[in-house]
């Protein structure tokens, strides 16, 4: 199992970018993926999560409205679309593959995201 995340980097407050996580290694169509974020000397944080399909979306109170989950399952990838970036939105952000009992057993190795002027 490898899971990949690109398209992280440093943005003004009010910017956006899309994070994208290339999985491989499993049937990735079957498992719901997360993404989950760690801020510089906090714990990880759950951020959103998508179903199998892509219909079934959640998203954490302090990004809804303006960070996106989506996933193509032809192309093996999750991604997240972040607009409106927040100062606090700094993080590393990861992905992970969601098991059935709702903890993470495999994890990327994170996008540094800063959002700063």
């Known amino acids: 199992v490898q899971l990949v995340e690109s398209g992280g980097g440093m943005v003004q407050p009010g910017g956006s970018l899309r994070l994208s996580c290339a999985a491989s290694g499993f049937t990735f169509s079957s498992y719901d993926m997360s993404w989950v974020r760690q801020a510089p000397g906090k714990g990880p944080e759950w951020v959103s999560s998508?179903?199998?399909?892509?219909?079934?979306?959640y998203v954490k109170d302090s990004v809804k409205g303006r960070f996106t989950i989506s996933r193509d399952n032809t192309k093996n990838t999750l991604y997240l679309q972040m607009n409106s970036l927040k100062p606090e939105d700094t993080a590393l952000y990861y992905c992970?593959?969601?098991?059935?009992?709702?903890?993470?057993?495999?994890w990327g190795q994170g996008t540094q995201v800063t959002v700063s002027s």
């Open positions: 998508i179903g199998t399909g892509g219909i079934n979306t």
């Open positions: 992970a593959r969601r098991t059935v009992s709702y903890s993470y057993d495999y």
